[in-house]
């Protein structure tokens, strides 16, 4: 079966940095792209970034933009989200995605809180 785990989460203070891993099992990691989303309970889930299946191409959302960084370890078979400068408004539950043309597959989740 195919898992992915989230971890590296936690509270910071707004301007703080946080760095999120996640680990895949079960799945051939090199042929998908991974991405990661978040989600809060008013609103509805959001693409933060993504990566293509050699790191070659990242796209993130314009929210992120210039604070946010996403990396691919494909022999680790790891995923990493580098978050800096972060706000209040990145507080999130953020969600590990693998996609390709045949399916996709999530992690739990894990939550992110910016506050003072």
């Known amino acids: 079966q195919v898992q992915l785990v989230e971890s590296g989460g936690g509270l910071v203070q707004p301007g703080g940095s946080l760095r999120l891993s996640c680990t895949s099992s079960?799945?051939?990691?090199?042929?998908?792209?991974m991405r990661w989303y978040r989600q809060v309970p008013t609103k509805e889930r959001e693409l933060v970034a993504r990566i293509s299946t050699t790191g070659h191409r990242k796209d993130y959302a314009d929210s992120v933009k210039g604070r946010f960084t996403i990396s691919r370890d494909n022999a680790q078979k790891r995923v990493y989200l580098q978050m800096n400068s972060l706000k209040p408004e990145d507080t999130a539950v953020y969600y590990c995605?693998?996609?390709?043309?045949?399916?996709?597959?999530w992690g739990q989740g894990i939550q992110v809180t910016v506050s003072s």
């Open positions: 079960g799945l051939i990691f090199s042929q998908y792209d």
């Open positions: 995605n693998a996609h390709n043309a045949w399916g996709d597959a």
